[in-house]
């Protein structure tokens, strides 16, 4: 278990750039990868604060456990984190939720191994 906080953000950080284009995975998917079943909040967090753009990490693949892109007011105007799933294949129903989100889901512990 990671016991340093910028450790744990670097941590998720590293998983979020491995998810393979046109898939997408769970704040709690990635919470339990880093070892914290239970943050799923705090992956939520550093999410939220990381700048995509910026640092080379595809955030807008990282959504909630029902496939709700609950993280897309931390994307600048309204609808790009959508607009950007979209551009990699992935459907998007009613502005909210990934279609086929089953399939879609990527499941980094048993993808990954760290």
Sequence with gaps: MIQDKE???QAVYEIVRT???GRATSYGAIARAIGYP?????????MASCES??????AHRVVNSQGIL???????SAGEM?????AE????????????????FWNPIE????
């Design 70 to 76: 609950s993280g897309k007011e931390a994307f600048g």
């Design 89 to 104: 294949g992935i459907a998007v129903a009613n502005k909210n939720r990934i279609q086929a989100w089953k399939t879609v």
């Design 7 to 9: 450790a744990i953000r």
């Design 111 to 114: 993808e990954i191994t760290l």
């Design 53 to 58: 753009n910026t640092n080379d990490i595809p």
């Design 82 to 86: 959508q607009q950007l799933l979209e």
């Design 19 to 21: 998810i393979p284009y």
């Design 38 to 46: 239970n943050m799923s909040r705090l992956v939520g967090k550093i």
